[in-house]
């Protein structure tokens, strides 16, 4: 009989369960909504990026409806090829428009965009100076550059500065942060990095992933949230977030984008969107353009409830943004504290080792501006009863 060559990947899952860290996917019955069947159990839902709703938005599904009926579900090739159409450009032209930047490139994903864009930028000779909790996309287009990778600790400006200091002289070197840490919701040190790239030549870039539709004036992101228009090369923003699609972009400069068209491997080597998806998008930036209201909510939102778990005694780390992290302690308890908080009507992610340090293990709770107070203060409700209970209050 023929052995399992795999057999090892089991005995690692075995491991995981042993560690109380083996996670099955929670299966979504019907819309993303913040509140929303999962797993068949009503829940308020506390674990999408869907900062603003438009998931479901009716503008957002009419415009996918529509260009599905005009142009049909799929794009049919990669972009160099015959996959880009006018609805692809239009969503481009659109989002340069909205980054106030020369030019934009779509990508499949956020992920795509950060891995694809860094690996294309970069090459063996380069280096790379990175935040170290930033997105697990960035680390792998480091990876995949080949350049050198040099870390500085969290949003240690005067680290990174000795870092670029004493690196030799020839080699280009790229500085990187996420403008919004997606684990602890704090922002990153946009304009004291973009000073400290701009003494030492470097290339600034800014995942702003999920801080476009959420910072900044109309959501913008953290480039406009901070003022630092013109200071960022590389800016990288994802559709599959607040904007409520799927996608991630590159905004800077056109030589920028005309050089990620020839050299950024997810762009030559991976189908382009659906039409439905692209023309979501456009109207996405229709609604942040002309019902900025939404982020108001999602801001009135936030602040309501990060307010309750504070009051409630909870250890929320620090978060600046709707992304507000209940840290447990180790894995198991913050694994345990989201069961929990499922099974009382409750769907907040447990994040442990090694996404997050060991001994900050978390639930992690986002807030989108279509929750209603009700809704929150229910989740409230639960969250002081699970937390008592499990003495982490
Ligand atoms: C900081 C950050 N960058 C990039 C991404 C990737 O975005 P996408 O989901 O569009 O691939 C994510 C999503 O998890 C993220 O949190």
Known sequence: MRSDPLGYLGTELDALKQQGLYRSLRILDGEQKPKAEFDHRQVVNLSSNNY????????????ALDATRRLGVGSGSVRTIAGTMDIHMELERRLAAFKKTESVVVFQSGFAANAGTVAAVLSKDDYVVSDELNHASIIDGCRLSRA?????????????????????????????????FSMDG????????????EEFGAI????????????????????????????????????????????????????????????????????????AVAAACVAALDVLEQEPQIIQRLWDNTRFFKAGLVALGFNTGISESPITP???????????????????????????????????????TIVTATHTRDELQFALDVFAKVGRELAII
């Open 326 to 364: 209940v840290i447990a302690g180790e894995g198991a308890r913050a694994m345990k504290l989201s069961d929990r908080l499922f099974e009382e009507g409750v769907f907040a992610q447990g994040i442990a080792f090694p996404t997050v340090a060991r001994d900050k293990a978390r639930v992690r």
């Open 186 to 197: 704090d922002l990153g040190a946009v304009p004291e990095l973009c000073a400290v790239a």
């Open 204 to 275: 600034m870039m800014v995942d702003d992933a999920h801080a476009s539709g959420v910072f900044g004036a109309n959501g913008r992101g953290t480039i406009d949230h901070f003022n630092v228009h013109g200071r960022v090369d590389i800016q990288v923003g994802t559709l599959s977030k607040a904007i409520g699609a799927l996608g991630g972009y590159v905004a800077g400069s056109k030589t920028l984008i005309e050089f990620l068209y020839h050299r950024a491997r997810p762009f030559l080597f991976s189908t382009s969107h659906p039409p």
């Open 148 to 180: 050198t990778i040099k870390v500085f600790p969290h949003k240690n400006v005067e680290a990174a500065r000795t870092i670029l200091k004493e690196l030799p002289a020839p080699g280009r070197k790229l500085l990187i942060t996420d403008g919004v």
């Open 52 to 63: 603003l709703g438009l998931t479901t938005h009716p503008r957002l599904r009419e415009a």
